[in-house]
């Protein structure tokens, strides 16, 4: 019997942030998906991919990544962002995600992702 690693979608802007992210957590054994750079790639993996939880940068560029965490959240996938901004940032509609701060704190990131899809 296979077990599954739980498969993590990364959307990130900044390419060597995104690379450090996929490391860590391949290191920790999760299945990372991505990373997605802009926002159009990261809806798309979002709508057609399994997806156990996502980590998404807040800032794509001049854009937001909230349309994909809408997404993720209709389809049941469990999101927390990862940021420069704090959690004062998020819509009305996301207030209850929890937004970790750049630089990434990995033991955090692991803890937290661990809480999301209860492993």
Do not use: C, H, W
């Not at 019997?1 to 739980?6: F, G, S």
């Not at 802007?13 to 290191?27: F, K, R, S, T």
């Not at 990544?65 to 959240?73: K, N």
């Amino acid at each position: 019997m296979t077990l599954e690693r739980p498969r993590i979608l990364i959307v990130e802007d900044d390419y060597l942030i995104a690379l450090d992210v996929e490391q860590e957590l391949l290191d920790r054994g999760y299945a990372p998906i991505g990373p997605a750079a802009d926002l159009e790639t990261a809806l798309e993996v979002a709508r057609t991919t399994g997806l156990s939880a996502a980590v998404l940068d807040m800032n794509l560029g001049n854009q937001k990544s909230f349309p994909v965490a809408r997404e993720l959240q209709t389809r049941g996938v469990p999101t927390l962002f990862l940021s420069g901004n704090d959690s004062g940032a998020l819509p009305e509609d996301m207030i209850d995600y929890r937004v970790l701060s750049k630089p990434v704190d990995y033991d955090q990131l692991d803890k937290e992702l661990r809480k999301l899809i209860a492993v």
